[in-house]
């Protein structure tokens, strides 16, 4: 037993996280009402001390009571519990004390609380329940105050909510929903005032945004009952003196999911250097383990604005556009006054050479396909780490220096790249009024020369070949297969060709802490289990590209010859780009392919040095290359690792990251309008045509999809190493993504009908729930 007075939070294995935060409060002198813990040592012993709760009781003068659970893992920062586990009110007598207490214990394990942990990854052995016991307050307003708004995550407001009695946190009675920004202006500034003062004293001692429910009495006396971190938060910017916009970078990657330490460096290299490309200059800074660009100064600055949104719609998406188109017309970002400068890195030499090698790829687009295969060869060959390297010391040397020139491949690679994406988007605008955009995407279906369709419809290949060891492939899980392989305990099923090809791939590639699948081919056999399961000749993913390669040649055919009657000097240009568009489009996915090869020796190498300095070799991947060399040179980082290790493991479960950000940490999308979607319809951004209706699959992870063929996958984010799911998939639902990113162009070139850019996607729809796609219109209903 141990009094309220004396828990905090150094106690939480003894007395829990609600215990142990309400007596942080007592220590800040914050009012809250007396009380006692029932310790976790009761509830490991299973019995309950009567004796001990008796006397306890007695010291708080009997009445009413409030008991609450105050389990080991809840009200913690990145757990809050909240209402996973019973409290009981109004408890009067020894009696139903000790019956309440009880009450409290099982909750520990019921449904909820056990769902709640299993979504979490926590083992239910790990966790014990403290019980606190509290004198009841009579209140005649009771609430909760989060002391930075949980609806957009501004950290500049507090909302409260408010309501009569107890009932507010239960959802059982109509509540009225306050934002605090100045409490002085307020209709009541009294106890609003004096709840946000309690407010800052709160956070301020906890270091962080607050949960806190409170009650008044009938004397206006204000009391604090419980303080837990707002769990769902997203990370708020660095802190800056101005108001400043951050766009997040990484969903044009495909990418969500947090990047490693060791893996934000070479992103933020990489993004910046794309962006450059553009003539525009950005510092991608780290929120939250993911990229966000910080646009500020392109957005006040006149000339950039009119170039934004158009930014916005080609290469992050709708959700993105709507976004920048918000903050335009924020006054807070007006545009600056002085003349625009023009970007220094837009130089004529630069432009000049992007119009010759576009043009050469125009005039000449096989020459300049061979060009790019060997450039992509060459820069393989030259990727490799020297034999000589032996010491830590020198393979760190390695690292720092590796890439940094591209073996004159540059041009090669980028400018026929370029060339088959201009080819690809401008007969849109030559055929304005002849052609419909679904028209040309049919004409830029099943083109050939795309590395990930080539490695997809290998791999359909290989599953193809194992149909001996099916029952093997399919009934053994992924992970165990994958285990077998590496043992060398596996049948050969030609895995080794394909992963000598492409064992460099993997999903979120572009992160250098992310495994390759030579390392863990456990998507790999996910990917051929599903394969297996296609039993339908007639939608072999090898005849449907045939197929769709087939069709667009009819289409093409069909509109050459009407633009030429209707249109006939920009039909005939239009026609001969999009002939071009078919050599050279497909190659947009060499340029990242051919990176990856660098990725992988740096990450082998990495590897290598982390076996020196950890138990775990991938324990270097949360640390910077500074912070390796000076673990080379005695600095003990273990603790480091440890922390950023469990940061990751948070943010790998969060499930919504915000499109843009403010520096007060508001969610802009949050603060628009919310779509008007109708019952069972959801909107998003068709970005391949067609119209399927099937059983939803919901995939989190490529790793573990079980996707049976024809039904439709709906998931946050695609990048190449998703896109093995396209080949049996029905159609394609994402919550983000750009027309031209990686999911959709690969899903056009399929065939299957894809919408991006639906908000909620993965929580709006389960799996089995029958929904209809309609790529055209851009929209996905679900049935009744």
Not at 26 to 37: H, L, T, Y
Not at 384 to 404: C, K, N, S, Y
Not at 649 to 669: C, F, I, N, Q, Y
């Amino acid at each position: 037993m141990t009094p309220l007075t004396e828990a905090h939070a150094g106690l939480v294995p003894l007395v829990g996280g609600k215990a142990a935060g309400l007596g942080e409060l007592i220590r800040a002198d914050e009012r809250v009402p007396e009380g006692f813990c029932v310790t976790t040592e009761a509830h490991r012993a299973g019995v309950v001390p009567q004796d001990e709760v008796r006397a306890a009781y007695a010291r708080l003068g009997g009445g009413p009571v409030a008991v609450r659970s105050s389990a080991t893992d809840e009200d913690l920062p990145d757990a809050s519990f909240a209402g996973q586990h019973d409290t009981v009110l109004n408890v009067e007598g020894e009696a139903d004390l000790l019956a309440a207490i009880g009450t409290c214990w099982e909750s520990l394990h019921g449904s909820r609380a056990a769902a709640y942990r299993q979504a979490r990854g926590t083992d239910p052995a790990d966790v014990h329940m403290a019980v606190l016991v509290q004198r009841m307050v009579a209140p005649v307003r009771a609430g909760v105050l989060y002391t930075a708004n949980p609806v957009t995550g501004n950290r500049t407001e507090m909302l409260v909510e408010v309501g009569p009695g107890t009932t507010v946190v239960d959802g059982r009675t109509e509540v009225t929903r306050v934002v605090l920004a100045d409490p002085a202006g307020s209709a009541d500034p009294g106890w609003q005032g004096e709840l946000w003062a309690a407010g800052r004293r709160v956070q301020a001692h906890f270091g962080t945004p607050q949960d806190v429910e409170w009650a008044t009495d009938h004397d206006g006396t204000l009391w604090l009952l419980q303080s837990r971190p707002v769990s769902t938060l997203f990370p708020v910017p660095p802190q800056t003196d101005d108001l400043r916009v951050y766009v997040e970078f990484g969903n044009v990657q495909g990418m969500l999911r947090p990047v490693t330490p060791m893996g934000m460096a070479t992103l933020r290299a990489m993004i910046a250097a794309m962006v450059a490309s553009l003539g525009m200059r950005v510092e991608i800074v780290d929120i939250g383990g993911r990229l966000y660009g910080d646009l500020t100064d392109l957005v006040r600055r006149p000339a950039s604005r009119r170039r934004l949104v158009r930014l916005m719609a080609v290469d992050f998406g709708p959700r993105a556009q709507a976004v920048m188109e918000h903050v335009l017309r924020d006054p807070r970002f007006a545009p600056s006054g002085g003349r625009s400068r023009r970007p220094a890195d837009a130089s004529l030499s630069t432009a000049l050479r992007a119009l010759r090698g576009i043009l050469r790829a125009l005039a000449r687009p096989d020459a300049a396909r061979r060009r790019l295969v060997a450039a992509v060869d060459r820069l393989r060959a030259e990727a490799a780490a020297p034999a000589h390297l032996r010491t830590a010391h020198e393979r760190l040397r390695f690292v720092r220096d590796h890439g940094d020139g591209d073996g004159g491949a540059a041009d090669d690679i980028t400018w026929p790249i370029v060339a088959g994406m201009l080819a690809s988007a401008l007969p849109a605008h030559l055929l304005r009024g002849v052609a419909t955009e679904d028209e040309i995407h049919a004409v830029l279906r099943g083109v050939p020369h795309n590395v990930t369709i080539e490695m997809d419809l290998a791999l359909w290949a290989l599953a193809c070949a194992a149909r001996p060891h099916r029952e093997l492939l399919l009934d053994t899980p992924p992970a165990e297969l994958s285990a077998r392989y590496l043992r060398g305990t596996l049948p050969e099923i030609g895995l080794s060709a394909f992963l000598s090809r492409y064992g460099h791939r993997a999903a979120a590639e572009a992160d250098v802490g992310v495994p390759r699948w030579a390392e863990d081919p456990t998507p790999v056999f996910a990917a051929v289990a599903n394969y297996l399961r296609l039993t339908d000749p007639t939608q072999a993913p090898d005849r449907r590209f045939a197929g769709a390669a087939a069709a667009a040649g009819a289409a093409l055919d069909e509109l050459a010859a009407r633009v030429r009657r209707r249109r006939p000097v920009r039909g005939r240009i239009a026609i001969f780009l999009l002939r071009r568009a078919r050599r050279l489009a497909g190659l947009r996915e060499s340029g990242k392919f051919a990176g990856l090869y660098r990725l992988r020796t740096v990450r082998e190498q990495l590897l290598l040095i982390g076996a020196t300095l950890f138990p775990a070799a991938d324990d270097i991947m949360f640390l910077t290359l500074d912070e390796v060399e000076a673990a080379l040179d005695g600095a003990d980082l273990t603790g480091l690792v440890a922390r950023r290790r469990a940061t990751h493991r948070r943010e790998l479960r969060r499930r919504v990251v915000p499109v843009a950000l403010l520096s007060d940490g508001t969610d802009v999308e949050s603060t628009l309008p919310a779509p008007a979607d109708g019952a069972g319809l959801l909107r998003g951004v068709g970005a391949a045509t067609g119209r399927v209706t099937g059983p939803a699959r919901v995939v989190t992870d490529p790793a573990t999809a079980y996707l049976e063929p024809g039904e439709i996958l709906v998931t946050a984010t695609t990048d190449p190493g998703w896109t093995p799911l396209f080949l049996t998939a029905g159609a394609l639902v994402t919550e983000t993504g750009a027309i031209m990113a990686h999911g959709p162009t690969v899903a056009r070139e399929y065939g299957i009908p894809a919408v991006i850019s639906v908000p909620g996607a993965t929580s709006r729809i389960v799996t089995g729930q029958v929904i209809t796609v309609d790529g055209a219109a851009g929209t996905v209903t679900t049935a009744r």
